[in-house]
């Protein structure tokens, strides 16, 4: 019950105005029903005694007071339009809410937890349902509420009633009915048609909390910007999901009218006919309505204690997920990253993977000093990757520190270190962006158009950059229209600008050259030349 109360709290923060306004139609709707049974009971009594009820000091006729029931039936059938839009707003802003938490969650977790299947669990488990369940758990919660409501009013009312049997909804629901095939339809052409924007928030979700893209995401401080993407979007699709919503409701409202005066003339027949003693609709009225509303109000307590249940599993899962604790943090007395950096030291390095049974280092030292290129070669899984990992506090070391102008690393500014070493992984990212943002994401604060064409050109990535469609505006990678591919040594390249574009005092290249063909190659080395000029710390980790 803990959990669920917690959760509960949660999707009141996500959006308070329509968390309380839910609870505010859940008890207006559960009330008005009974209220307009609580008036038939007199319009019954006046039919049958041929006495005016009096009612709150008023003396009330027959067609006063039908339309007095009427004009409640009205009133119900419009909150109910409302509550009906109020839902599909909360929807979607606890879907976005949910998808943020998560989203920073993810972000905000170390690399050792992508290397433990039990983290990939965890995360598993919380996303699959996300985006619905924590909704499902606030309908549960007011159907209790509301059943509680109608209940207990029907206890009262059935002491003094009888049950009647209702034909008048069955026709008076066919044109809502109608509505929402028509919304339905509507709501599943507009996702058909934008499939392409979701698929998009789909691979921005997969940026923010993918394993695959985490270590440049952090890298580069890329979060803040896809993360402003998705944003973006989905504040676009939710505006065209509400408008749909909005204009729904205005036919729910004519369908509200018009079943109103449905009622309002069968009512009327009804009354009339008990007035010729051809039946008698009094009493038999009252009951039924009491019982169906008594019957319908136990399903829903029942189907709501269960419902709860059912998605108390899934918030234990959210909350578990939300609970895990980054292990790498700035430290309290952190200090600024240098802007020039005379050496980088790995003194003693010893290090294993999480839930790994054998160091990947062991005891390693090794200096590079600023000017050099200083070189790492050694068999695939000799850990020189690792290194790089390390060196950007991906991951923190088990045993030795790994120094920057003699200063240990977990002492810097987290944010200020990343940015001061510029690296190209060897298992690169490929952003599905225009080419000239694939290169500025080395710097993402920091845009300069010039230096895109200079760092472009030092990678050698402008020359098949220009040729491309839409010049450096073009977007690269075939998931979206008008990708253009290429190649894996091309993709290498604009890995290499972006690194370049940060103009970091600390490189490091994890096998720049893998997928380049020897032109290439030859221009890489020209390059590291020119850098190793700038007085810069370069290691090059290369496989024997």
């Not at 018009?258 to 006919?273: H, I, P, Q």
């Not at 009951?287 to 204690?305: C, K």
């Not at 290090?351 to 390693?364: A, G, T, W």
């Not at 990212?429 to 993402?444: L, P, Q």
């Amino acid at each position: 019950m803990k959990q669920l109360l917690k959760a509960l709290d949660m999707i009141r923060r996500c959006h308070p105005s329509s968390f309380y306004w839910r609870i505010f139609y859940v008890v207006v709707l559960n009330v008005l029903p009974l209220l307009s049974l609580y008036i038939l009971k007199y319009m019954v009594d006046a039919v049958t005694t041929g006495v005016m009820p009096e009612l709150w000091g008023i003396r009330w006729s027959t067609v006063s007071l039908l339309g007095l029931f009427c004009l409640l039936f009205l009133l119900n059938r419009l909150v109910g339009v409302c509550n009906g839009v109020n839902n599909d707003v909360m929807s979607q802003r606890l879907q976005d809410y949910i998808s943020d938490i998560m989203q920073r969650q993810s972000a905000a977790l170390d690399m050792a937890y992508f290397d433990n299947p039990e983290y990939h669990d965890t995360y598993h488990r919380a996303q699959q349902e996300a985006s619905y369940r924590p909704l499902r758990v606030l309908s549960e919660f007011m159907a209790l509420f509301g059943s509680i409501i109608t209940i207990a009013f029907v206890v009262v009312m059935l002491c003094s009633a009888s049950p009647w049997i209702i034909v008048v909804m069955v026709v008076a629901v066919i044109p809502s009915f109608v509505v929402r095939v028509i919304k339905a339809r509507q709501i599943y052409a507009f996702r058909r048609n934008n499939t392409q924007n979701y698929r998009r928030t789909t691979y921005y979700t997969a940026l923010l909390g993918g394993r695959d893209y985490a270590k440049e995401m952090r890298t580069f401080g890329l979060t803040p910007y896809f993360r402003d993407r998705f944003v973006r979007i989905r504040k676009v699709l939710v505006n065209n999901l509400l408008r749909i919503s909005r204009r729904i409701g205005v036919y729910d409202s004519i369908c509200a009218v018009a079943e109103t005066l449905a009622m309002f003339f069968v009512v009327f027949f009804l009354l009339a006919s008990t007035t010729s003693g051809a039946i008698t609709v009094g009493s038999f009225v009252m009951l039924f309505e009491a019982f169906r509303r008594g019957q319908t109000g136990l399903n829903n307590l029942v189907g709501g204690v269960t419902g709860l249940y059912d998605n108390r599993l899934f918030v234990g899962n959210l909350f578990e997920f939300l609970d895990l604790k980054p292990a790498i943090v700035n430290a309290e007395d952190a200090i600024p990253f240098p802007t020039r950096v005379e050496s980088v030291e790995f003194r003693d390095i010893t290090f294993r993977y999480p839930k790994m049974e054998r160091d990947v280092l062991s005891h390693f030292s090794l200096t590079a000093r600023a000017g050099e290129v200083t070189q790492i070669e050694g068999e695939n899984g000799f850990g020189k990757t690792t290194l790089l990992k390390l060196l950007l506090r991906l991951y923190d070391t088990d045993q030795g520190a790994v120094l920057i102008n003699g200063v240990d690393v977990r002492r810097y500014d987290l944010k200020g270190l990343r940015h001061g070493i510029g690296a190209i992984f060897q298992d690169y990212v490929r952003f599905y962006c225009t080419a000239e943002e694939n290169i500025m994401f080395g710097d993402i604060g920091h845009y300069d158009r010039e230096r895109v064409r200079k760092v472009a050109h030092l990678s050698g990535a402008d020359k098949f950059i220009e040729k491309l469609p839409k010049g450096y505006d073009t977007m690269l990678g075939r998931m979206f229209d008008g990708g253009e591919e290429l190649s894996m040594g091309q993709w290498q390249r604009i890995a290499l600008a972006r690194q370049l574009y940060g103009d970091a005092p600390v490189l490091v290249f994890d096998e720049p050259t893998a997928w380049m063909d020897v032109p290439s190659r030859d221009r890489f080395y020209e390059t590291l030349d020119a850098l190793q000029k700038q007085n810069k710390v370069i290691i090059l980790i290369k496989h024997v």
